[in-house]
């Protein structure tokens, strides 16, 4: 089929290159045709649900790909003839160009870590044979693709320091495929394993565990549901098809499964969701050659997993009777959680992981969204704190039992990633690497604010702007949120949201219900039935920020992706008066069907399935792609890429389709789909360049405010 496009006519927008904010005159924008099949209908327990747009599911097609094609053309044509657009990517360009260095990972003499000079679309692994040795490239993922778009995911060392495991994906696709190198002599051994998929890599003995799906039916890899996820164990030197499955779960092919070694090799321990939160938990010894896997928790109420051991003591860190978490202490003897003792009880404060270095515990705690880290013994008795080297988040301590040497991060929101060294036997640290960026974060400040939501919840909100900003109602301002999946949302640095910020933006991030900030009551209150409460929590949060004169409606932009794509989608369809520019990327839009493709049948113990009726009536309140009516909607931007298999393309395609027809207003209705990328991870930097310039110049534009 054929599409007519698309093209928008000469006169049909007029931008301004003067000084003065730019100005939209009356639009016609020639949308390009998005078929409506009228006969596809739904019966949700007697009512019926219209589908016309059903056709974009199938992303393999060739009439999907031409309207792809034509929105994609019509997209780069508007943000084309934005006259600042060329100097938000130089801007974007020139503050991107730092170096970055990671933390190094110890492996026996090896030191391992990832390193990107500013300009490079991938960060590079390097390894120095001792702290103080000659640096050596490890892998280079720029070199495994023409285009950058090949990303390197977990890196994992086996126990006797031989070999190096490692996974790759193409285009930002979820699937990995997993090789094995020689460390010594940096050669590719012949070891390679398709079809992986949310798995890491645990070495035992002279091979490894990991998790991975059957091969996908051919040209439906990237929407067919994921099932059946199986733990295997994979001896070097062989081939895949001679791997063996150590757990699978043949009665429930919607679980699945990941697998962990402890440090000392004693235990193996898989954990089952069925969801994304709740967990089974079985462990096996993997000292006696015949030990059976025994089952410590298979109810899926709780979130548990096996931390660490001492020895045969085993240690697990649980929510159970302990929303801020907890660290408990048991025996394969007492797998009943009712007999576990607390060896880190639980706070008022939430508990986000614990390691051990050297022969120290490092509890690293939540407290009001900012880092606080415990030390402990390895008996379980407090120390002391870490001192930080200020307010906002570290990544927790990495290093190895036995080691007298660990590293830890720290970032905020005005300042980027910098590391430190920690001496674990006299606790002293020192800066380890700090990164030259043209930034200066003294120009800058952060404060917390508190708001009432809907319901009389106090919910905190990040505002980070420069110093001596006129609170006045004129401020451009970006308002961004997640809420959801236990996920919290922490300070961290942005090149994104300095560039915005340094064109006198306001950037405003709300700590709403849904993720854990403050526990698994936090995350509870907005899930399930209880989802409204993030919608009403975002309102809330951009009221704020008009009622104190941060900003106004029409300088007010709102932004989220994935989880926070459907909060922006729901905000949008609910009050489309909130905000003058909506930014959804890469969103769960249709709550209908988003069940239907790759592991979106994971997210129903978070949002509910269509599948139940109580459920269906409750998604339909909010659903984005079904609460879309004729009215005015703030100028849109939805952001998408081809090969996403997470949250897959079709929703953002069908709400676009949806939002095209139905607007009143004489906003843009607009769709950017990213080629050769995924929901995110491992996109290469030149296209975050594209991406950001894109998004900022769309925002500034339709907020009415000039970049000089």
């Keep these: 089929m054929k599409l007519n496009v698309f093209v928008i006519a000469a006169a049909a927008i007029l931008f301004s290159c003067s000084s003065e904010a730019p100005q ?24 019926l649900i219209s589908d016309p747009y059903r056709w974009l599911e199938d992303d393999t097609s060739a009439e999907t790909s031409e309207w792809v094609a034509a929105q994609n053309v019509l997209t780069n044509d508007y943000i084309a003839k934005i006259p600042f657009r060329g100097k938000l990517k130089k801007q974007l360009t020139k503050l991107w160009d730092y170096e970055t260095v990671s933390t190094p990972q110890k492996h026996g003499e090896y030191f391992i870590y990832s390193k990107n000079d500013g300009k490079q679309n991938q960060s590079v692994y390097y390894i120095k044979n001792g702290e103080n040795g000659t640096e050596e490239i490890l892998l280079d ?7 950058g778009t090949t990303s390197i995911g977990g890196l994992s060392v086996s126990k006797d320091h031989k070999y190096l495991g490692y996974t790759f994906s193409e285009s930002g696709s979820d699937w990995k495929e997993i090789v094995v190198m020689d460390l010594a002599t940096k050669e590719m051994l012949k070891d390679k394993i398709l079809w992986s998929k949310f798995s890491g890599i645990s070495w035992f003995r002279d091979g490894f565990f990991y998790s991975g799906y059957d091969a996908p ?58 969801g994304t939160s709740g967990n089974s938990l079985h462990i096996k010894d993997l000292s006696e050659s015949d030990s059976q896997f025994i089952t410590f928790i298979n109810d899926f109420d709780n979130n548990s997993y096996l931390m660490d051991n001492n020895g045969d003591d085993l240690l697990i860190f649980t929510d159970y009777k302990a929303p801020n978490k907890r660290v408990v202490k048991t025996t394969m003897m007492e797998p009943n959680k009712d007999r576990w003792k607390d060896f880190i009880p639980t706070k008022d404060y939430v508990l986000e ?62 300042t980027p990633k910098s590391s430190y060294k920690i001496n674990t036997d006299n606790l002293t640290s020192e800066l380890y690497f700090k990164p030259a960026i043209d930034f200066n974060a003294d120009e800058y400040e952060t404060k917390q604010v508190r708001f009432k939501s809907k319901d009389g919840e106090e919910i905190p909100m990040f505002i980070t702007h420069k110093k001596g900003i006129k609170m006045d109602g004129s401020n451009p301002t970006l308002l961004y949120g997640y809420g959801g999946f236990q996920i919290s949302i922490k300070p961290s640095f942005s090149v994104t949201n300095a560039v915005f910020m340094q064109n006198g933006g306001i950037y405003a991030v709300v700590t709403l219900r849904g993720g854990n900030e403050y526990g698994e009551k936090w995350h509870e209150a907005g899930m399930l039935m209880n989802k409204q409460n993030v919608f009403n929590d975002f309102i809330g949060a951009g009221n704020y920020l008009k009622d104190n004169k941060y900003t106004s409606t029409e300088k ?20 489309p008066n909130l905000a003058a520019v909506a930014l959804p990327g890469v969103g769960v839009l249709d709550m209908l069907r988003y069940h239907k493709f790759t592991i979106g049948w994971a997210w129903a113990t978070e949002y509910g399935s269509s599948d139940n009726e109580a459920d269906f009536k409750n998604l339909m309140t909010y659903s984005p792609l079904h609460n879309v009516k004729p009215i005015d909607y703030p100028a849109t931007m939805i952001m ?39 929901h995110g991870a491992g996109k ?11 998004v900022w110049a769309f925002t500034f534009f339709n907020l009415g405010v000039a970049i000089q």
């Design 217 to 274: 039916e051919k040209g439906k890899e990237f929407s067919n549901k994921n099932e059946f996820h199986k733990v295997f164990y994979h001896k070097i030197g062989t081939e895949q098809t001679e791997d063996k499955i150590v757990f699978e779960d043949k009665e429930h092919p919607l679980r699945n499964h990941y697998a962990s070694v402890t440090e000392d090799g004693h235990f193996l321990s898989v954990n089952g969701v069925e």
């Design 141 to 147: 993922p720029n070199t495994m693709s023409d285009d």
């Design 556 to 575: 007010l932009a709102i932004h989220g992706r994935s989880n926070g794509g459907l909060l922006v989608g729901a905000t949008m369809t609910q009050e």
């Design 24 to 47: 939209k005159e009356k639009t016609s924008y020639n949308y390009p045709n998005s078929r409506q099949d009228s006969t596809v209908v739904d019966d949700y327990f007697g009512t």
């Design 640 to 678: 998408t890429a081809d090969h996403d298999d997470r949250v897959v393309p079709a929703h953002s395609f069908k709400f676009a389709a949806e939002l095209q027809k139905q607007n009143t207003s004489n906003n843009p209705m607009l769709i950017r789909i990213e080629a050769k990328a995924g």
């Design 353 to 414: 992981h614990v390691s051990t270095v050297g022969d120290k515990m490092f509890a690293s705690y939540l407290k009001d969204v900012q880092s606080k880290i415990e030390i402990y013994s390895l008996d379980g008795a407090y120390m002391k704190d870490l001192e930080l080297p200020g307010i906002g988040i570290s990544g927790g301590v990495s290093g190895n039992k036995g080691e007298s040497t660990g590293y830890y991060s720290f970032t905020s929101f005005t």
């Design 684 to 694: 290469p930097k030149n296209k975050l360049i594209d991406e950001w310039a894109d």
